[in-house]
């Protein structure tokens, strides 16, 4: 994963426009249990981050497409009295979530969630001091839209930070090496069956030339690499579960046979057999 971190110091000005708002859902998405089980299996590591953050104790503070609030809450935590944090989504579930989630903050800052699309921000002209956009820029229509509508939004000085990751590189498994080469043929054809612009998908490794486009300054890159072994927890099996699941039933209609059933095999493997230890001496 990088997370890059940029000032708007030398942003030119940009035209904005209010687009209608996008497709308002009232469920929550697919990708939520992974997500969720992402978040819980990585907490200490994604708190760590967040303290590594720029973030001072009165700022103004967006979470730009905020899904369940999880940054949210805990950016709230590290700011102080005067300090707010906004977090913005499209998706009404996620915020019914956010919202009941935020009933048990206890932080002196103020937290409040919109429902927003990222073309159609409800606030005035350099709001924010700092902009937080976690895992999002895949999944939106156009990168370099959102930053538009971002630096509007942010106040000269004020400074953007957007985590992504890279979906080839999401989840890195010891495979079999010809397992893993089909695998991700077959997923790279699959998401440019599904999408106008499948490159989005592996955003993370052009996240400092998207970012340069829009004329951010950069502050500093850091790649993050979570680690975990075996014997896996209850929230990591959960997270390589639901990752395999959704990896399975997008490339099996581009994988040939053999390569699905092996990747079944290590995706679901059969349980051992236990032997009776009951066992009479002759």
């Keep these: 994963m990088t997370i890059n971190a940029m000032s708007q110091d030398s942003l030119q000005s940009m035209p904005y426009w209010l687009a209608g708002p996008g497709a308002r859902a009232s469920t929550l998405p697919s990708y939520e249990v992974e997500l969720a089980g992402f978040h819980r299996a990585f907490e200490c590591e994604l708190q760590a981050l967040l303290r590594s953050l720029p973030l001072r104790p009165t700022m103004k503070v967006l979470d730009l497409a905020c899904g369940d609030g999880f940054y949210t809450r805990r950016i709230a935590d590290l700011l102080g009295r005067g300090g707010s944090v906004t977090g913005?989504?499209?998706?009404?579930?996620?915020?019914?979530?956010?919202?009941?989630?935020?009933?048990?903050?206890?932080?002196?800052?103020?937290?409040?969630?919109?429902?927003?699309?990222?073309?159609?921000?409800?606030?005035?002209?350099?709001?924010?001091?700092?902009?937080?956009?976690?895992?999002?820029?895949?999944?939106?229509?156009?990168?370099h839209a959102v930053l538009r509508h971002v630096a509007r939004v942010l106040r000269p000085g004020g400074v953007l930070a957007v985590l992504e990751n890279d979906t080839m590189h999401q989840v890195v498994l010891p495979w079999p090496v010809a397992l893993e080469l089909s695998?991700?043929?077959?997923?790279?054809?699959?998401?440019?069956?599904?999408?106008?612009?499948?490159?989005?998908?592996?955003?993370?490794?052009?996240?400092?030339?998207?970012?340069?486009?829009?004329?951010?300054?950069?502050?500093?890159?850091?790649?993050?690499?979570?680690?975990?072994?075996?014997?896996?927890?209850?929230?990591?099996?959960?997270?390589?579960?639901?990752?395999?699941?959704?990896?399975?039933?997008?490339?099996?209609?581009?994988?040939?046979?053999?390569?699905?059933?092996?990747?079944?095999?290590?995706?679901?493997?059969?349980?051992?057999?236990?032997?009776?230890?009951?066992?009479?001496?002759?």
């Excluded at 048990?104 to 709001?127: K, N, R, V, Y």
């Excluded at 790279?188 to 300054?217: C, F, H, N, T």
């Excluded at 896996?232 to 997008?250: I, K, N, S, T, W």
């Design 183 to 282: 695998l991700r043929a077959a997923e790279l054809k699959a998401l440019w069956d599904e999408s106008p612009d499948p490159e989005k998908y592996y955003i993370g490794r052009r996240l400092a030339a998207v970012l340069a486009a829009a004329q951010l300054d950069p502050i500093r890159t850091v790649t993050l690499a979570m680690d975990r072994q075996a014997p896996l927890g209850g929230p990591e099996r959960d997270l390589l579960q639901a990752y395999l699941d959704g990896v399975e039933q997008r490339v099996a209609p581009y994988l040939d046979q053999a390569g699905l059933h092996e990747l079944r095999q290590l995706s679901s493997p059969p349980p051992r057999s236990t032997c009776s230890s009951n066992r009479t001496s002759p």
């Design 88 to 143: 913005v989504d499209v998706n009404r579930a996620f915020l019914s979530c956010a919202r009941a989630e935020a009933r048990s903050q206890t932080g002196e800052a103020h937290l409040d969630f919109l429902e927003a699309s990222f073309d159609a921000l409800p606030f005035p002209d350099e709001t924010f001091d700092f902009v937080w956009c976690a895992q999002n820029l895949f999944s939106l229509p156009s990168a």
